[in-house]
């Protein structure tokens, strides 16, 4: 799914973000935390910015489908 979100050549056919995460009640620190995870992970593959911008938009589509409102 990240793959299609950044303009890759997959295509996602599985359950969307809003399914997956429906009744997890993950919440804005959770959100954070998990990007914070992402970046970290970003850098240590040395991955460039521009990508890396790219991938954290992506990802970022997702955040309302994913973050439950408290």
């Given at each position: 799914?990240?793959?299609?979100?950044?303009?890759?050549?997959?295509?996602?056919?599985?359950?969307?973000?809003?399914?997956?995460?429906?009744?997890?009640?993950?919440?804005?620190?959770?959100?954070?935390?998990?990007v914070?995870?992402?970046?970290?992970?970003?850098?240590?593959?040395?991955?460039?910015?521009?990508?890396?911008?790219?991938?954290?938009?992506?990802?970022?589509s997702?955040?309302?489908?994913?973050?439950?409102?408290?």
């Amino acid at each position: 799914q990240l793959c299609m979100a950044a303009g890759g050549p997959c295509f996602y056919t599985g359950r969307t973000m809003k399914a997956s995460h429906e009744g997890l009640g993950i919440t804005e620190i959770e959100w954070q935390a998990a990007v914070k995870q992402l970046v970290a992970s970003l850098d240590k593959f040395g991955v460039p910015q521009k990508e890396k911008d790219d991938v954290l938009a992506a990802v970022s589509s997702f955040k309302g489908d994913i973050v439950q409102k408290q």
